[in-house]
């Protein structure tokens, strides 16, 4: 079997009503699907993270540097083929874009792999820990409004997502870190007593500002502080991890073995948040998982995109072995983006309908077909793939 084509789909349009986050507004939604086709009629899918203009750029790289690497090649070789990639554009980014199309390609390697195989990607990696997942769903994205009316809505919000069936809701913060404070506090109160609250600052802090919505975060009892600070700041997110009570999350901003070693080693998180779809693909990502669990940290998954995108992170959480295991072990949860996403629910023939399954039990099975287990549709993807 060779490789002997490398499709890169950029999916884009205009979204409902514009959202923002602590580092900017958008008012369109983008997707980056990889198809990768082989001689013998198998077809293999995958998604590179990165939005807007990063995904036009990602295609570039996709089909005009990783794409002629690779021709010919048994896309079976799947860790042949990420080396000899990785290390021809070493020189070029250990980080960032390149290792983003990278991931992509090699996802769709592994969806290959299933099919010829016929087994669902978590049979592959070693067999599935759990049937089905937890899910948690965040909302609560900024909208160029008062506080007032952020802190009014975001309660509303956090009620709603709770109401859905998910048993944890994920908000963004960034106004500054007073008003943040009294977000947090609508949040708090919107979810109850018998759910958790996570919060995402999308790393707009400084570390003292950091420590203020922390100290805070730490009487209302979040569940984590996601990204509080910049990625690279590996010292503020060791000094928050050891002043604060709340679990300090991050690393969907990092890439590949080497740097998430460097993450571990300075012991700066409680939960590691891996992006499968950014730090080099399912075969980087099970050397970064066996990394944390060697550093006792445990991993849920950073989970962004489309379908393919959600399907490859089920197929991954079922994998994922107990950590540190008993009778009732620490379980991972899917991350779920309860705003608007038809790159999400309407891209597969048959759709994963991750909220109707949390409405009915809380939980999000397996999907069980061969590789990554899902199939998308041709026609919605020429619907929505910009012209370049």
């Not at 997942?133 to 160029?144: F, H, Q, S, T």
């Not at 950073?302 to 399907?311: D, E, K, L, T």
Request: hydrophobic share 40%; glycine share 10%.
């Amino acid at each position: 079997m060779k490789i002997v084509q490398i499709k890169s789909h950029v999916l884009q349009c205009d979204m409902p009503e514009e959202l923002g986050y602590s580092q900017q507004y958008y008012a369109k939604r983008t997707a980056h699907l990889v198809e990768v086709i082989t001689d013998e009629g198998i077809t293999g899918w995958g998604e590179c993270f990165g939005p807007g203009n990063i995904a036009i750029a990602n295609k570039t790289i996709v089909e005009r540097v990783i794409q002629p690497m690779v021709l010919g090649m048994d896309p079976l070789d799947r860790d042949v083929i990420w080396h000899k990639v990785y290390n021809l554009m070493r020189d070029h980014g250990q980080k960032g874009m390149p290792m983003q199309s990278l991931s992509g390609v090699d996802i769709a390697l592994w969806d290959i792999a299933g099919k010829v195989c016929n087994l669902p990607l978590h049979k592959l990696i070693g067999g599935a820990h759990r049937q089905d997942v937890e899910a948690y769903g965040y909302g609560m994205m900024l909208k160029r409004q008062s506080v007032e009316d952020h802190v009014a809505r975001f309660k509303d919000e956090a009620a709603a997502i709770i109401g859905m069936g998910f048993t944890a809701a994920k908000m963004k913060t960034g106004l500054g870190p007073k008003a943040d404070v009294k977000l947090c506090e609508a949040v708090a109160e919107g979810v109850g007593d018998d759910a958790r609250f996570m919060v995402d600052a999308n790393h707009c802090y400084t570390t003292s500002d950091a420590f203020y919505v922390g100290h805070a975060l730490d009487e209302m009892g979040a569940y984590w502080f996601e990204e509080p600070v910049a990625p690279e700041d590996l010292d503020g997110y060791r000094e928050l991890r050891a002043g604060l009570k709340v679990n300090i999350s991050g690393g969907e901003a990092e890439f590949a073995r080497w740097g998430w070693r460097s993450i571990l080693e300075n012991r700066g998180l409680d939960i590691a948040q891996p992006e499968v779809c950014a730090l080099g693909g399912v075969t980087e990502y099970l050397r970064v998982m066996a990394l944390c669990h060697a550093h006792f940290t445990p991993v849920i998954n950073h989970v962004w995109g489309s379908a393919i995108a959600v399907a490859t992170n089920l197929q991954l959480l079922a994998a994922m072995p107990p950590m540190p295991g008993g009778l009732h072990p620490w379980e991972p949860m899917l991350e779920f983006d309860t705003t608007e996403n038809r790159f999400r629910d309407e891209l597969l023939l048959e759709p994963l309908d991750i909220q109707g399954q949390v409405k009915q039990s809380g939980r999000v099975s397996i999907p069980q077909g061969p590789g990554i287990g899902v199939t998308p549709d041709p026609e919605f993807i020429a619907r929505y793939e910009i012209e370049l």
